[in-house]
């Protein structure tokens, strides 16, 4: 059965993942740093912008192919994928290295949160109504 909203999101988070791990992957032939941050804190920065990232999208692209297989509707799918772009973005540029009380950071985190709270109690819906 096809999922098209989910592989568009996919797809979209796939080149955004690179553009996250870009970074990290310039300053490690830069330096030398081949394992670990070396200590350096931009390299360190670079390192958590992309593994918060992956700490967290791809069980939500997973949930996302499992509402979509599911049944639900593509207005849900595309207000989470979008609401998840907009987190996502938010918390890249948010995270700084000095500075945890960045808004953006807030509103990536709770964000994330939120739309990972929203596509479980779906899911869970979907498993009460089958």
């Not at 772009?85 to 808004?103: E, F, T, Y």
């Amino acid at each position: 059965m096809p999922i098209p909203i989910t592989a568009l999101y996919l797809a979209i988070f796939a080149l955004f993942s690179g553009v996250l791990a870009f970074p990290a992957g310039k300053m490690r032939g830069q330096t030398g740093i081949s394992v670990g941050d070396g200590g350096n804190p931009d390299l360190a920065l670079a390192m958590r912008r992309h593994g918060n990232f992956v700490e967290y999208v791809p069980m939500l692209m997973i949930m996302f192919a499992a509402l979509e297989l599911n049944g639900a509707s593509a207005g849900l799918l595309h207000g989470l994928g979008l609401a998840l772009l907009v987190a996502r973005v938010c918390h890249a540029l948010g995270l700084k290295k000095d500075d945890m009380s960045s808004p953006l950071r807030g509103v990536g985190a709770g964000g994330t949160l939120l739309i990972t709270v929203v596509a479980a109690g779906v899911l869970a819906w979907q498993f009460i109504q089958a």
